[in-house]
C-alpha cells in the first residue's frame, strides 16, 4: 500500500515536471497552455524516436494531428461546403447560401503548418472558413496544396498559384458569383508565406487581369535569410513553435537532407556572395526599438556556397517574400498583418510592416503582446483559448469591413 502511494507520488512530480514549463507573465490560462505544449512536445518526441529507429520521418508522425482533426465537407443552414479541385489541386470550397443580388466576396485562404503539415479540413481552419462565410457573406476557397517532405518548394507555391490563377478567371468568378474587385488572399505561418509570394506574383504578372483588394497575414514566415533576429533568439522555446522546428520547417521546404538543417540551425547557410541581401532584413534598421532591446546587430557569419547552389529556393522571392527589392514592394495591396510576442516569426512580420510601409503601401498591423504562434487556431476544444476568440474576432472584423 505505502510503495502505491510513494508511486502515486513519485509520478505526479514526474508528470508535473514535464508539463511545468515558465510562461511569460502576461500569458492567459497558464495551465492550459502548459498542456498543450506539453502535448506537442510529446508528440515531437514521438516523431524523433521514429526517426532515430527509422520507421518514419518525423513530419509523418507531426501529421497525427492533422488526422485527428480531420473533418468532412458538411453543409449546414448557412453555407454549402464542397471538396473539389481547381487545376488539378485540392480545394474546400465554402459557399453561402444566402441569396443575395449584390456579387459576392472572396477569400482564398492558406493554411499553416511548415509547408510539411496541415490541412483546410482541419476543424480549426474548418470553422475559420466557416465564419468568414457567415460573417462576410463571402465564398471561401481553401488550398490543400501538397505538402513537404514528399514536395519541395516550388510545388507548394506552384499549387497555390495555380489555384489562385483558375479562381481569379472570369468564368469561375461568375460561376460563384465573385466581385472580382473584392477578393483578399489570407494565410497563417507558412500559409502567411505562401499569401505573400502569390500577392507578389500576381502584382507582377500581366496575365492576371484582376487584382487582389487584401493580403492578409497571419503571423506569417517571410525570410530565411537570417534565423537569428531577436524573435528567434527570444522566443526558441515557447508555446507550439520551437525554434528547432521552424528551422527544420524551413529546411523540409527545400530538401530533406539533414545538412541544409544543420547548416541552418547555425545560422550558416548563406555564403559571403549573398551579402547584399541582407539590407531586406536587416533588423538592426527595420525594427522598433522597443523589440531590439539589448540585441547586438553582428554582421551575418556566412555558410559554404553549396547550399544555396543545391537549393536555389533559399534565395527566392516566392521562398522568401522578403527578399523582393523595394522598387517590387510598391503597389501592392492593402495589406494586413498579425503578430504575437513569443512568436519566432515575430520579427518576420515587423520587418515585413516596416518595409511595406516604407515603399508606400497600406499596412494594418495588429501586434499581440500576450501570446504566442498558432493561436488563432487554438479556438476550439480541447484546446480552446480566450485570446483566439478574440483574435479571429477582430481579424474577421477588420475583413468585414475592408474588404
Ligand atoms: C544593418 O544596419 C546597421 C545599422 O544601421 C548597419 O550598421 C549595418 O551595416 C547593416 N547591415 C547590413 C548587412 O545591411
Known sequence: MASKSVFFVLMTVLLAYYIYKPLPNNVEEKFKVMLLDATFRTLGHAGDLAELLGVKHYMDVMMLLTKVEHTEPVSDEYVTVTDTSFSNVPVRIYVPKLQSEALRRAVIYIHGGGWCLGSASMKPYDLLSRQTVKQLNAVVVSINYRLAPKFHFPTQFDDVHNVVKFFLQQSTLDKYSVDASRIAVSGDSAG??????????LLHDPEVKVKLKIQA?????????????????ENGNMPVLSRTLMVRFWSEYFTTDRKLFEAMLSNRHIPPQEAHLYKFVNWSTLLPKSLKNNHVYHKPEYGDSSFVKKYPGILDTRASPLLLEDEKLKGLPLTYVITCMYDVLRDDGFMFVSRLRQAGVEVVHHHYDSTFHGILLLNTLPFDFAIAHHIVDEYLKWLGNNL
Not at 502567411?192 to 506574383?201: F, K, P, R, V, Y
Not at 497575414?217 to 533568439?233: A, F, G
Open 192 to 201: 502567411g508565406n505562401l499569401a505573400a509570394a502569390i500577392t507578389q506574383e
Open 217 to 233: 497575414l497571419i503571423y506569417p514566415v517571410l525570410q530565411s535569410l537570417d534565423l537569428n533576429t531577436p524573435s528567434y533568439r
